[in-house]
């Protein structure tokens, strides 16, 4: 099901993480934390009457400028990132929050990062502008600063909204209105397995793209996809229809500016999102960067299956301790998702290229695998004899039973005294228990933890 996307646009310090974590706190994400990750949250899925929609901060995307952070209100250099930021969220996202300081007041940032909102805005048959935009002005924590709002009607955006994101007020009438214009989550209709291609600028995306479509295989149908100008390619494998999502070639009015591939990674969230297993790309010549780690962990949250490619191979030279070094070290960065195989290729030259979708449709199958009820109880008695479960303060864990309540992905309701007792290690070496006896080969695992009365 592919959820709506919602991105928080503004300047630095008008409290767009405040209003982040207020959002995802107060209605909790379904996500948790996933440990090992040496990154910030920049996305969240989150709950508001029974809508759900995924949440963007596109401050936490990439906010520097060669490296080096780009904080002055009054810089040019400030104002041109933050309107690149802009640009690329009102296309890829389905609606916008933009935020701007009631402490401060206008501001000439903000003005122009508005004047960019407008301008990229388009107006429907039946009247609304898309994608719609929330003027959300951020610090009214009193009943003066709340009155003084009225200013940033000036801004051209409609009626703003006088909130307090550290205090929670009035956000509850902000999601009202947030979620009233969004449109619904589309359900999937199709059946054949989505497979996403993913990976920061220039690690060979849509070089990958016209090997897989170019080997001998026939086109079916190039249809749109929910990202703006994206187009999926379906096409059929052994007899099995399978659809590309292609997060590359995204070209926006000519020249590309370095500001705007740096937010691409909004486009890889959506691609993502409508995925059954994502083709994450690394850059063998480049190395692990930040931008690869955001892209995994959002893999790893919304419970994707994955394949890691390390592509351009051919331009690395070798010796014969290089893969294994190599391997060693996507491990180390990436260990947060271990469980993805990965593959050496070389997109440009062809090398390894017609293992990855065999090796795609493998994950795919092993993510659809249901275990039994027996089976599963045969693996927590081996568990508990091989590994006691924890204690603490003068109680231990008793696992009861277990049973896999879904597949796509696999998930597992596991009985037990106290989930409090349930330490993540151990929920890790259960993970790992599973794996060893049923593989699941790059497809997470859900361990959920029901507390029990013993009998």
């Known amino acids: 099901m592919s959820k709506p996307i919602v991105a928080l646009v503004g300047r630095p310090n008008v409290g767009k993480s405040t209003l982040f974590n207020r959002l995802v706190g107060q209605r909790l994400a379904i996500v948790d ?14 709950t508001w009457n029974g809508r759900v929609f995924g949440l963007v901060d596109t401050g936490g995307i990439d906010p520097t ?34 935020l701007v300081d009631g402490e401060s007041g206008v501001t000439p940032p903000d003005r122009e990062v508005a004047e960019t ?17 929330l003027l959300v002005v951020n610090k009214c924590e009193t009943a003066g600063r709340r009155a003084a709002a009225v200013e940033f009607y000036e801004l051209g955006l409609g009626e703003p909204y006088a909130i307090s994101a550290l205090h929670g007020t009035d956000v509850g009438d902000l999601l009202d209105s947030l979620v009233s214009g969004l449109r619904p989550s589309e359900t999937q209709e199709d059946d054949s397995i989505k497979i996403a291609i993913a990976g920061k600028p220039n690690s060979g995306k849509s070089s990958l793209l016209n090997r897989l479509v170019g080997k001998e295989r026939a086109i079916v149908s190039a249809v749109a996809g929910t990202t703006r100008d994206a187009v999926d390619t379906v096409i059929d494998v052994a ?27 909004l486009r890889s969230f959506m691609a993502i999102e409508r995925s059954d297993v994502v083709l994450l790309l690394i850059d063998a010549a480049a190395g ?7 892209i995994a962990g ?34 180390a960065d990436l260990k947060f998702i271990d469980y993805a195989p990965l593959l050496f290729i070389s997109a440009m030259t062809g090398a390894g290229v017609d293992q990855v979708l065999p090796l795609a449709l493998r994950v795919q199958e092993e993510r659809l695998v249901r275990l039994s009820t027996s089976k599963i109880n045969r693996i927590l008695v081996e ?66 933890a029901k507390g029990r009365r013993e009998k």
């Not at 690149?84 to 389905?94: K, N, R, S, Y």
């Not at 229809?241 to 020249?255: E, M």
């Not at 331009?315 to 893969?323: G, I, M, N, P, S």
Request: proline share 5%; aromatic share 8%.
């Open 33 to 46: 934390d996933v440990p090992g990750t040496t990154r910030d949250r920049i996305y969240a899925e989150c």
């Open 239 to 265: 007899g099995m229809p399978v659809t590309l999502i292609d997060t590359a070639g995204i070209r926006r009015r000519g020249k590309i500016e370095r500001g705007v591939e740096q937010f691409s990674v």
């Open 117 to 133: 909102l407008r301008r990229y805005q388009t107006r429907r048959e039946d009247g609304t502008l898309q994608p719609p935009i």
């Open 383 to 448: 568990a508990s004899d091989r590994q006691a479960p924890p204690a603490r303060a003068g109680r231990q864990l008793k696992l009861f039973y277990g049973t896999q309540v879904r597949s796509d992905p696999p998930t597992f309701m596991i009985y037990m005294n106290d989930p409090t007792l349930m330490h993540f290690s151990y929920r890790r070496f259960l993970e790992n228990r599973l794996r060893e006896e049923y593989g699941f080969l790059g497809t997470p695992i859900r361990i959920v």
């Open 65 to 98: 400028h060669g490296g080096k952070a780009v904080l002055s209100v009054g810089s040019a250099d400030f104002i041109e990132e933050i309107k690149l930021q802009a640009t690329t969220a009102i296309e890829e996202a389905d609606a916008i929050l933009f």
């Open 288 to 294: 692990i960067s930040a931008q690869d780690a955001h």
């Open 298 to 331: 959002f893999i790893v949250e919304a419970s994707k299956s994955c394949v890691i490619l390390v592509n351009k191979w051919d331009a690395v030279e070798k010796d014969q301790h290089t893969k294994e070094n190599y391997t060693q070290q996507i491990r």
